[in-house]
């Protein structure tokens, strides 16, 4: 884990001691990844060192003891008045609410006045998927879009493992030439270590034999599967541009991103009949109400059919 930020002069030593514990706590019990804990430690210090500004002294568990719903929503408006959006502030104050639970449980607090403020409404934003015929043009224009040409059925592999597999661009990049050849099902390990089966298609073995029959490079169990000019482990970057380009060629939206592919291989399932909870354990996600995002994504295709094609439309 890396070295947490330095701790603010609003922080006094205990309080600082029970943010320590309850990040190593989340991290060990509750599987959270690495990202994670940094951005509840983000949170939280932002939050102690309001504390500390709004009452004059440094944040201390006694004074956290006698938090009221005022104090968090002074927290709230001071966080807006600095510009931070509705849905980072419903994070930030979402593992406020989790530390204080924590803490009110160890010490014996009641804080059941702080922990009743709500965090303010907006709006999901939904994904942004292609459609299939999108997808496909944009793979025939990856695929014959670099001059290299074992550089070109790289940029294919992988994007056919992000739009058949559903998998994120860091779980494909990261993936070691152990894991060659593929099996029926692929082991992931996504989001906070946790693991899940992805079936592999026939085309997406077959778009990967193929790069791996023209990469220069030797493929080699603990080495990268996915190779940059330089022999080194390929980087996300490289892979947006070369969906960049293919989406300019063809006139595709900004949207048009690698992990759009991801959300087109959950939204295309459920268009053609699949379950959410299928799609959520295919996606990895831990929860299922992040997976029902794609139902809005159905049900906004559906309307917009039933609009265009209704008499009374």
């Known amino acids: 884990m890396t070295a947490a930020p330095a701790t603010p002069l609003a922080l006094a030593p205990a309080t600082a001691d029970a943010l320590a514990r309850w990040l190593e706590l989340e ?3 509750r599987d959270r990844s690495l990202h994670t804990i940094n951005a509840y430690r983000a949170d939280l210090l932002a939050f102690l060192a309001f504390l500390g500004g709004h009452h004059g002294e ?9 938090l009221k719903q005022a104090d968090m929503r002074a927290f709230a408006a001071s966080e807006r008045a600095r510009g931070l959006g509705a849905r980072s502030l419903a994070r930030r104050q979402s593992a406020v609410r989790s530390f204080l ?16 403020t709500r965090s303010p409404k907006y709006a999901r934003s939904l994904p942004r998927p292609l459609t299939i015929d999108q997808a496909q043009d944009a793979l025939d224009m990856v695929a014959d879009g670099h001059p290299t040409p074992w550089v070109a059925a790289r940029d294919a592999a992988v994007m056919t493992l992000l739009w058949g597999c559903g998998l994120r661009i860091s779980e494909a990049l990261g993936l070691d030439g152990r894991e060659w050849p593929f099996r029926d099902a692929l082991t992931i390990t996504g989001k906070g270590g946790k693991e899940r089966k992805v079936p592999v298609l026939p085309v997406a073995r077959d778009a990967i034999a193929e790069y791996l029959r023209q990469c220069p490079w030797r493929l080699a169990p603990d080495q990268p599967l996915f190779r940059g ?15 960049r380009r293919a989406r300019a060629s063809l006139g595709l939206p900004a949207t048009a991103t690698p992990h759009a592919l991801r959300h087109s291989f959950a939204t295309h399932l459920l268009a053609a009949g699949g379950d959410l909870r299928t799609i959520q354990e295919l996606l990895g996600h831990a929860s299922l109400s992040t997976t029902q995002v794609y139902t ?5 295709h ?12």
């Open 58 to 66: 440094a944040a201390t568990p006694k004074s956290i003891a006698g």
């Open 302 to 313: 559906l309307m917009a059919v039933y609009r265009s094609a209704h008499p009374r439309g």
């Open 101 to 116: 639970r924590w803490i009110s449980d160890r010490e014996g607090y009641d804080l059941s006045a702080a922990l009743s």
């Open 27 to 29: 991290a060990a019990t």
């Open 229 to 243: 000019v330089r022999g080194g482990r390929l980087s996300a970057d490289q892979i947006a541009s070369a969906l």
């Open 296 to 300: 809005g994504i159905d049900d906004a």
